[in-house]
């Protein structure tokens, strides 16, 4: 087995969440910038245009890129990606970064991220909620009555063994919603305690949230 070697540097993800199609052009603008790769996400965001809502359109198709990246890099390929595709103007999408803690499995490399890591204080942060097919636009809806100024829907399937399956009630085909939501830090409680509750995550098998701190986040208005 080949050793793998502890690595001192920092390291950061970049989000960014687009309309369908541009993902790809985004990965190979940070490319430029020494990215050395990406992975692409499908879902739907939420439309907060009264307007449209009122002739039917409810939500839009969006893609999520996150790419893991040198923190020397970091900075220089938000700016690069946001001068090109002009995030402080409004529906061009959202992006936002996040110090990593650990890192396996980049080219034999293995990260355990120093306490003292200097990565700036956040203003924002990030909630990832998983529950049930079909009720991620129950989450949508208490995260926007707790402040949230929207979301980002995704589909997954889960898959639990046998033992947790009986236990939990969960069939292993069950479809699963994934709901990302990026929200002030002056109304992360707010949203939290609002999806908790709405969703009774406190009871088992009804789904579950969890949350970190956005950074050099461009696109949210």
């Known amino acids: 087995m080949t050793e793998q070697i502890e690595n001192k540097r920092f390291y950061d993800v970049i989000f960014v969440v687009v309309n369908i199609g541009k993902a790809s052009r985004v990965l190979e603008e940070a490319k430029k910038c020494g990215i050395t790769g990406g992975t692409i996400l499908h879902g739907s965001g939420t439309v907060s245009s009264a307007l449209l809502r009122t002739i039917g359109f409810y939500e839009v198709k969006k893609e999520i890129l996150f790419m893991v990246c040198a923190r020397d890099k970091t900075q220089p390929t938000v700016e690069h990606i946001s001068s090109l595709f002009h995030f402080e103007l409004p529906n061009r999408g959202i992006l936002f970064t996040s110090p990593i803690s650990h890192l396996l499995g980049t080219h034999g490399e293995r990260l355990h991220m120093d306490e003292k890591d200097p990565h700036p204080t956040s203003g924002h942060e990030v909630f990832f909620t998983l529950v049930a097919g079909g009720l991620g636009d129950d989450v949508v809806e208490a995260a926007a009555a707790a402040g949230a100024r929207g979301g980002t829907l995704f589909h997954g399937t889960g898959a639990f063994a ?50 970190f701190d956005a950074e050099s986040v461009h696109g949210v208005r």
């Open 162 to 211: 046998d033992k947790c399956r009986k236990v939990f009630g969960i069939e292993l085909d069950n479809g699963k919603d994934i709901i990302m939501n990026l929200v002030t830090s002056e109304v992360a409680l707010a949203v939290e305690t609002a999806i908790v509750d709405q969703m009774q995550l406190d009871m088992p098998g009804n789904g579950f949230l969890f949350s």
